[in-house]
Each structure stands twice: as structure tokens, then as C-alpha cells.
């Protein structure tokens, strides 16, 4: 598997192109704005319309399902046109124009039907998006491009949570005011991108010299013809990111842990400040990491550290063990997400990165769908501890399995 490195250690944020701090901006607000809705959407759900766990994680789990499907579509258009931008700014602006749904949602129906659109728009602008960086980025910094961008993701899924605190104190509980007031910097996200974010022409990369030759456009966007040209580390690391989903369920399940240990209402958004806040000091770090190091063995710590976050989280009896958990949960996110999108860039033919990103994010989607779906059938029937511990299972074998392809 090809390991890239960076060549001047200690210069990775000079050697990132303005567009790449753009397109982590353009991050930040969207996922601000998503936040202050999705850090309340699991007690808006069950308090205030009356849904179960059982259906907070099928809601969770379409959605992202959804996004996920969406992401191979668009990532095979934006090869076959050779152009990420225009569907870049659909997807955004398709999520942007949602918002305001959520706070007029009268049943767990209406909500299901927001979370869905929503999620098309992630999933239109998820695989333009991440090709396009690979295209901007220089390759001996691509690690820390895609590691800067998720930390400045993050960074907005900070802000969104606290946000909710605030707007939560100051409208005394209203979620539904809240929700009103969380599509603005949503717009700003689509205006930042529109306007800042020029597009390399042809969605090539001009400095890619590492990068596989083949042909400079698909002949058609037709998926399975192009599958023969990705090759086998490229399916190694969708197996991988598959196995991962399996053991991380849907964020929601975080939210309602800390509930079930007498977190207050009010409060409850402090899970994904706190999950966020170290997602977003450690992405950066270990994208930069992964540009000297075997970016193995960077995967294995991010995989043992969800281990210990599941065992916490399962054996929590109170709000500070529970968010000793949110912290391990926070610093694996940090460890394995641009990890997983540099490993995608490393492996896929630049004339096929948009589908290489799109296959990677539906094998996630769906198994995140499934992932999602039992975690709350477990939490339903054995209580709130049992998808946690299966959590555990799930990351254990992942690890065993990741460390024996290494070692061979």
C-alpha cells in the first residue's frame, strides 16, 4: 500500500492551499448549523414526539444510508464531467434549504421526511467534495489537508451543540425555536463556497505526479465499468471503514447514554461539545502523524481507543463516567475519519476519485444503517449498556483483523 510522507516535517499548514481552509469553513458552518439541530433531534424525538430508541436509530440510520447512496451517484458525475464544484454547492445548498423543516415537524414522520432530504444533499456534495481536495491538494501535505478540514468540521460541531445550550436557556427549553434560528449559518456555509472555492480545471491535480496514469475521463458514468480499475487496497480500506461502522453507531445513542444517567435536557447538547471538541484538537494532528508514519498503525490505535470507549460507555453509572467515554469516543473520531478519506485518496486513480469516495461512503451507509438499527433494538430490549458492549465486540475483531493484514 503506497504510504505517503511528507518530505518538510514541520511545514504542513504552509504548504495547504487557501481553498482547502475554504472548504473547512464552508464544513464548519454547515455542520454548526447541522448540530444545533442534531444535538437535541434524539430528545426532541422521544420527549417531545413520543418516538422510541428503536426508531431514533432507523431514523438515524436511513438518513445516513441515504447520504451514503447519494455519495456514489455524484462522486461518478463529478469524474465523468471532471467538474466537483457545481455539485458540491447543490449538495450544500439542498442540506441549507431543510433546516427550517425540523422546526415545523408534528410527527416523528416529518422528521424522518427532513433528516432523508437532508441527507441527499450530504450525500451529493460528500464525494465531489472530498475529490476535490484531493485534486487541490499537494500530495506530500494531502494528509493534513484532509485532516485540517475535518478539524474545522469538527470545530462547527462544537459550536452548533453550544449554540443549542445557549438558545435552549434563552428560549427556555423551546427546541422549536432553536431550530428556526439554526439555518443561518447554513446559508453562510453555501454563500462561502459559491463564491470562495474556484474549480481546478478538468477536477484534475495539477501536482499529482505520485498518482496512477489511466484515461483523463470515464467514457461514461457507468459504475461497474469502472470498478475493474480500483484496485486492491483500494477494497481493503472500504473493508476496513466497514468494519468500523459495524462498531460506531449512529452519535444519537451518546446523547441518550448521557440522558440515562440524569443528564438534564439543557445539557444534553455538552455531549457532542465535548465528543467534538476532541475530535477536532486531534484530526488535524493525526492527519499530519499520517504523513510520517504508517498509516496502519494509526488506524489500529484509533480502533483499540473505540474499544475503551465502548467499555466505558457500557459500564457508565453516572454523567462523569459517561463523558470519560465521550472523550475516547472523540479522540478515535479524530484518529480514523480523515485517516479513512487520505487512504481513499492514496488508493483511487485520480479519473476515479469521486466514485472511489462514493463506493467507500455506500458500504459505510448502509452499514451504518444496520449498525444504528441494532443498537437500538439492543438498547429496547437489554437496556442501555448492550449497545455499547457490542460496540466493543465489534471494534476487537475489527482490530484483530486489521493487524494480521498488516503483518502480512
Not at 444535538?39 to 440510520?61: I, N
Not at 454547492?89 to 423543516?101: D, F, R, S
Not at 478539524?151 to 459550536?159: C, F, K
Not at 437489554?382 to 465489534?394: H, K, N, V
Amino acid at each position: 500500500m503506497k504510504m505517503t510522507r511528507c518530505k518538510r516535517k514541520g511545514t504542513a499548514a504552509r504548504g495547504i492551499p487557501g481553498s482547502i481552509w475554504v472548504l473547512g469553513l464552508v464544513s464548519l458552518f454547515m455542520d454548526m448549523s447541522s448540530e444545533v439541530i442534531h444535538s437535541l433531534l434524539p430528545v426532541f424525538m422521544v420527549s417531545v414526539l413520543g418516538a422510541s430508541t428503536v426508531s431514533v436509530g432507523f431514523v438515524e440510520g436511513i438518513a445516513e444510508a441515504t447520504a451514503s447512496i447519494t455519495k456514489v451517484f455524484s462522486g461518478t458525475l463529478s469524474d465523468y464531467f471532471g467538474r466537483r464544484k457545481a455539485l458540491t454547492v447543490l449538495g450544500y445548498g439542498l442540506a441549507a434549504a431543510t433546516k427550517p423543516l425540523f422546526a415545523l415537524a408534528p410527527s416523528v414522520g416529518w422528521v424522518f421526511a427532513a433528516r432523508f432530504i437532508d441527507r441527499i444533499g450530504k450525500g451529493i456534495r460528500g464525494a465531489p467534495r472530498d475529490a476535490l481536495i484531493a485534486d487541490i491538494a499537494p500530495p506530500e501535505v494531502r494528509g493534513a489537508c484532509y485532516g485540517l478540514r475535518q478539524s474545522l468540521d469538527t470545530v462547527g460541531a462544537v459550536l452548533g451543540p453550544l449554540a443549542a445550550v445557549g438558545l435552549m436557556i434563552v428560549f427556555d427549553d423551546d427546541i422549536r425555536a432553536v431550530y428556526w434560528l439554526a439555518a443561518i449559518p447554513a446559508v453562510i456555509s453555501v454563500a462561502l463556497l459559491a463564491v470562495a472555492v474556484p474549480e481546478p480545471r478538468r477536477g484534475r491535480p495539477p501536482r499529482d505526479t505520485a498518482a496512477p496514469a489511466g484515461e483523463t475521463k470515464p467514457h461514461a458514468p457507468v459504475l461497474p465499468a469502472r470498478l475493474e480499475a480500483l484496485r486492491g487496497d483500494y477494497w481493503w480500506i472500504v473493508i476496513v471503514g466497514g468494519l468500523l461502522t459495524l462498531a460506531r453507531f449512529s452519535e444519537a445513542f451518546l446523547v441518550l447514554r448521557a440522558q440515562s444517567v440524569g443528564l438534564t435536557i439543557a445539557l444534553v447538547p455538552m455531549v457532542l461539545v465535548v465528543m467534538s471538541l476532541v475530535y477536532a484538537a486531534s484530526a488535524y494532528p493525526a492527519g499530519i502523524l499520517s504523513d510520517h508514519i504508517d498509516r496502519r498503525r494509526l488506524l489500529e490505535a484509533g480502533f483499540v481507543v473505540l474499544v475503551l470507549a465502548d467499555l466505558v460507555l457500557a459500564s457508565a453509572t453516572n454523567v462523569a463516567l459517561v463523558f470519560a467515554g465521550i472523550v475516547l469516543w472523540g479522540l478515535h473520531m479524530g484518529l480514523t475519519q480523515g485517516l479513512l478519506a487520505t487512504l481513499v485518496a492514496d488508493a483511487a486513480p485520480v479519473e476515479l476519485r469521486g466514485t472511489a469516495f462514493g463506493l467507500f461512503n455506500l458500504v459505510v451507509g448502509v452499514l451504518l444503517l444496520v449498525a444504528s438499527a441494532l443498537a437500538g433494538l439492543l438498547w429496547d430490549i437489554y437496556g442501555a449498556p448492550a449497545p455499547f458492549w457490542a460496540g466493543a465486540g465489534f471494534s476487537g475483531l475489527a482490530f484483530l483483523g486489521i493487524a494480521f493484514q498488516r503483518r502480512r
